[in-house]
């Protein structure tokens, strides 16, 4: 089964850009790359998702490597609201499963 | 206000006694999931249902069911709980099945905390 890596934990200035890595190498062709993030005590939440392309949304860019082997979610300026754990999953197409990761505790510095 | 819910939002119970946690949610979503969520290890999904009357295990399944009778509610039952499954619980929902569907946004619910003593 395809699976996903990422660093248990980093931290940002607030207003400074944060990227947050994910290995993902054995990723398969029609698998989708999802990223959520979860707030304390509260579910996941989406962030944004791509299949090839480098995505941008209101809340994140989504940058994914030319062989899909790895992706970096992209927080252009973090606020303190960002603080939380940041998931990278993966939307198996040939099993309809999602794989989630252990996920990145992001902290943010005032 | 579209949402997915889950009750109880907390649950004590002792080991075997059969425990249901509902799920529902109102966006007239295909798609459905159960998660567990435990320190260390992450969310990892125990089943998913792609419509009415169809489910399928996750990765851990085992000493859980589930029914999907009505599109809207997912229902997790645990018929004889033991402490291993002490955890905490998250029901999520998206659009679509199928290929596009694993592209799809899940919505998830609160949570469900469980201790099984």
């Known amino acids: 089964d395809a699976k996903t890596t990422q660093p248990n934990s980093m931290e940002s200035n607030e207003e400074e850009p944060v990227h947050l890595p994910c290995n993902h190498s054995?990723?398969?062709?029609?698998?989708?790359i999802h990223w959520y993030r979860q707030l304390p005590s509260q579910g996941p939440e989406y962030v944004i998702h791509?299949?090839?392309s480098n995505v941008n949304n209101r809340m994140a860019s989504l940058a994914i490597a030319e062989d899909r082997k790895s992706s970096t979610l992209i927080l252009h300026r973090a606020t303190l609201r960002d603080a939380a754990v940041y998931y990278c999953?993966?939307?198996?197409?040939?099993?309809?499963?999602?794989?989630f990761g252990t996920g990145t505790r992001l902290k943010v510095l005032a | 206000e579209a949402q997915v819910t889950q009750n109880p939002r907390y649950l004590i119970t002792v080991t075997g006694k059969k425990l249901t946690v509902t799920c529902s949610q109102n966006?007239?979503?295909?798609?459905m999931s159960w998660y567990r969520q435990d320190p260390g290890l992450g969310l990892r999904q125990i089943y998913y249902?792609?419509?009415?009357?169809?489910?399928d295990k996750g990765d851990v399944p085992e000493g859980y069911k589930v029914s999907r009778k009505e599109k809207r509610n997912f229902p997790l039952i645990l018929e004889s709980p033991s402490p291993n499954q002490t955890s905490l619980y998250f029901c999520?929902?998206?659009?679509?099945?199928?290929?596009?569907?694993?592209?799809?946004?899940?919505?998830f619910g609160p949570g469900t905390r469980l201790l099984v003593l």
């Open positions: 999520a929902s998206s659009l679509r099945s199928g290929l596009a569907g694993v592209g799809e946004t899940q919505y």
């Open positions: 054995t990723i398969s062709g029609t698998d989708y």
């Open positions: 791509g299949l090839t």
């Open positions: 999953i993966l939307g198996a197409s040939g099993t309809y499963k999602y794989i």
């Open positions: 966006m007239n979503h295909e798609y």
């Open positions: 249902s792609m419509n009415v009357e169809v489910t």
